[in-house]
Each structure stands twice: as structure tokens, then as C-alpha cells.
């Protein structure tokens, strides 16, 4: 199924220069970037996103960490873009990626683990409208 999905450099990925090292693994996997934009979220922001774990022990860290520093915002998309994102960047713990993922060749931290991808369909949708509007996403 053709699909879209918002995935984030995260800060961590931006400060050891990743960016084009992730867009390109997306690319060369046959993923279409349609949408793209660099920003600083505030911790405010942070906490909006990742609303869904915030009664984890790891939440107030994990904001803190988010809206430390710029982040890339990206829509992705492709035939299976959710899972094909989430197969490329490899478990959110480096230590059980596989190898050739982003997260086992780049991360050093289960929180700062370079990328995020949405897991669902359902938080796809809710997190690209965090990030981009219908106009910003391109055709082609
Ligand atoms: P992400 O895929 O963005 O989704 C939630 C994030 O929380 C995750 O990547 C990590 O950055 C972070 N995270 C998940 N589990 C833990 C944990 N056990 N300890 C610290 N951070 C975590």
C-alpha cells in the first residue's frame, strides 16, 4: 500500500552531521521524500510530541533531549513506508538493531538513537500534522 510516514534526524544525528547519510539510506531504499524542513522544537513542543509516552520514566529526558538542540522533520513515501522507514533505521535500542541499520552503525544511546520513524498508520497521520500542513508536501 502506498503510504506516508514522518520521520526525524534527530538531534543527536544533526550534531555528528547525518542528515544527508539518513536521507540517503531512505532514498536508496526507494523511499520519496515529500516533504522537509530543519527546526528547533521547545520542550513544550517536544512533550506535544511524544504525548503517547508520557507516563514513561524516560519522558522528561527524552524532551529535554529532543528540544536540545535542530532537528530535520521528513514525510516518506513508498509502497510500505511505515515498516520500509522503520526496517532501515533498525530497533529503537541499538544494541538489538540489526545489522547495516542506521541505529546499529550510528547510535551509541537507546534515547539518542539518531532517527525516529512512525509506527502505525495512526501516528503517522497525527505526526506529520504535527510537522507539515497538506500544502507542504509535493508531488512528483
Ligand atoms: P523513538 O522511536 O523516537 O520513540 C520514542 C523514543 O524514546 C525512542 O525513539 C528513544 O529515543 C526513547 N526511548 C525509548 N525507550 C527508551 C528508554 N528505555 N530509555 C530512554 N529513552 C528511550
Given amino acids: 500500500m502506498l503510504e506516508r510516514t514522518l520521520s526525524l534526524v534527530k538531534p543527536d544525528g544533526v550534531g555528528k552531521r547525518l542528515i544527508g547519510e539518513v536521507i540517503r539510506r531512505f532514498e536508496q531504499a526507494g523511499l520519496k521524500v515529500v516533504a522537509l524542513k530543519m527546526?528547533?522544537?521547545?520542550?513544550?513542543?517536544?512533550k506535544g510530541f511524544y504525548i503517547v509516552h508520557k507516563d514513561k520514566?524516560?519522558?522528561?529526558?527524552?524532551?529535554?533531549?529532543m528540544s536540545s538542540g535542530p532537528i530535520v522533520a521528513m514525510v516518506l513515501e513508498g509502497e510500505g513506508a511505515?515498516?520500509?522507514?522503520?526496517?532501515?533505521?533498525?530497533?529503537?535500542?541499538y544494541r538489538q538493531a540489526a545489522e547495516g541499520t542506521i541505529r546499529r552503525d550510528f547510535a551509541t544511546d537507546i534515547e539518542k538513537n539518531v532517527v525516529h520513524g512512525s509506527d502505525s498508520p495512526e501516528s503517522a497521520t497525527r505526526e506529520i500534522a504535527y510537522f507539515f500542513s497538506e500544502l507542504d508536501i509535493v508531488h512528483y
Fill in 39 to 46: 527546526l528547533r522544537m521547545t520542550k513544550e513542543e517536544a
Fill in 82 to 93: 511505515i515498516a520500509k522507514c522503520r526496517e532501515i533505521m533498525g530497533a529503537t535500542d
Fill in 57 to 65: 520514566p524516560f519522558y522528561d529526558s527524552l524532551t529535554d533531549f
